[in-house]
């Protein structure tokens, strides 16, 4: 994997190894995210999907291996600088303070960013949730998939606003339909598709397969802390490759032109009493 030079905007991660519990969550991972794509990061539970996203986040530091954001080092980089460079929806994300959702929305914009032009990207980031209706609202007062929404926005506009200032390269997404009904998933895929067009990376944890199909550019399918496909989405999105990881026979179709549908055939049978 060719290293990225002074100044290149890359995001990557070479030879990552993390050991969690005495298991490694990740075993000699490489991978190489460019703007202007979005990549799904895809496979069972236990693969390693979050801890990948949490070392190129900055947010856990691999054992072994390199991760480099824009060139850099996410751990010689101050928490400001870091924050502009990147964005993240963790999976279970949380409000430390009692936040109505336009303040929740707002955290992640740099006071360098003039107060009128902040105020317009937490308004667009909300809009474009479709959350207007609850700008004022405490986020405690939320359903689930509208708290899941909130925290989509606040990475949204903490990435609108690196851009403003010149960096905002990567917006890095851990499962970001959970909860979410079809119309808002659907949003979801819009928003990573919009990000991507405006120039910037998108990585996203995902376990649909058909959302992946229906978001990214190229898929990443990981097994045991391991990258064992990652290519073009229709490349890696085949029964031959998935079956194995998945173990579970599964019908790859295109219901639509330029569209991809994967659907598992669950068997039904009843576990059997020990």
Same mark, same amino acid.
């Given at each position: 994997?060719?290293?990225?030079?002074?100044?290149?905007?890359?995001?990557?991660?070479?030879?990552?190894?993390?050991?969690?519990? $005495?298991?490694?969550?990740?075993?000699? *991972?490489?991978?190489?995210?460019?703007?202007?794509?979005? *990549?799904?990061?895809? $496979?069972?539970? $236990?693969?390693?999907?979050?801890?990948?996203?949490?070392?190129?986040?900055?947010?856990?530091?691999?054992?072994?291996?390199?991760?480099?954001?824009?060139?850099?080092?996410?751990?010689?980089?101050?928490?400001?600088?870091?924050?502009?460079?990147?964005?993240?929806?963790?999976?279970?994300?949380? #409000?430390? #303070?009692?936040?109505?959702?336009?303040?929740?929305?707002?955290?992640?914009?740099?006071?360098?960013?003039?107060?009128?032009?902040?105020?317009?990207?937490?308004?667009?980031? /909300?809009?474009?949730?479709?959350?207007?209706?609850?700008?004022? &609202?405490?986020?405690?007062?939320?359903?689930?998939?509208?708290?899941?929404?909130?925290?989509?926005?606040?990475?949204?506009? @903490?990435?609108?606003?690196?851009?403003?200032?010149?960096?905002?390269?990567?917006?890095?997404?851990?499962?970001?339909?959970?909860?979410?009904?079809?119309?808002? @998933?659907?949003?979801? /895929?819009? *928003?990573?598709?919009?990000?991507?067009?405006?120039?910037?990376? *998108?990585?996203?944890?995902?376990?649909?397969?058909?959302?992946?199909?229906?978001?990214?550019? &190229?898929?990443?399918?990981?097994?045991?802390? &391991?990258?064992?496909?990652?290519?073009?989405?229709?490349?890696?999105?085949?029964?031959?490759?998935?079956?194995?990881?998945?173990?579970?026979?599964?019908?790859?179709?295109?219901?639509?032109?330029?569209?991809?549908?994967?659907?598992?055939?669950?068997?039904?049978?009843?576990?059997?009493?020990?």
């Amino acid at each position: 994997m060719a290293a990225a030079q002074e100044g290149e905007t890359m995001l990557e991660a070479e030879g990552l190894v993390v050991t969690l519990g $005495g298991s490694r969550a990740l075993d000699a *991972v490489n991978l190489v995210l460019a703007p202007g794509e979005v *990549v799904a990061v895809i $496979g069972p539970n $236990g693969a390693g999907k979050s801890t990948l996203l949490a070392c190129l986040s900055g947010a856990l530091r691999p054992d072994a291996g390199t991760v480099r954001i824009d060139a850099a080092d996410p751990a010689t980089l101050s928490a400001t600088e870091l924050g502009r460079r990147r964005a993240v929806l963790e999976q279970a994300p949380t #409000a430390a #303070a009692p936040f109505r959702l336009d303040e929740l929305v707002s955290l992640g914009i740099p006071r360098k960013v003039p107060p009128f032009q902040a105020r317009q990207i937490a308004r667009r980031a /909300i809009e474009i949730l479709g959350l207007g209706s609850f700008r004022r &609202r405490p986020v405690s007062w939320l359903s689930g998939g509208e708290y899941h929404r909130a925290h989509l926005a606040r990475a949204l506009a @903490q990435l609108w606003a690196g851009r403003l200032l010149g960096s905002g390269n990567w917006l890095l997404l851990d499962e970001p339909t959970a909860s979410l009904d079809l119309a808002h @998933q659907n949003a979801v /895929i819009g *928003v990573a598709r919009a990000v991507a067009a405006e120039g910037a990376g *998108v990585l996203t944890v995902v376990h649909d397969l058909t959302l992946a199909a229906a978001m990214a550019d &190229r898929v990443v399918l990981m097994e045991a802390g &391991r990258i064992v496909a990652c290519g073009p989405t229709r490349r890696v999105l085949q029964p031959a490759i998935l079956e194995p990881v998945y173990q579970l026979p599964l019908a790859v179709s295109e219901p639509w032109p330029g569209r991809l549908a994967v659907t598992p055939l669950f068997a039904g049978e009843a576990l059997e009493n020990p």
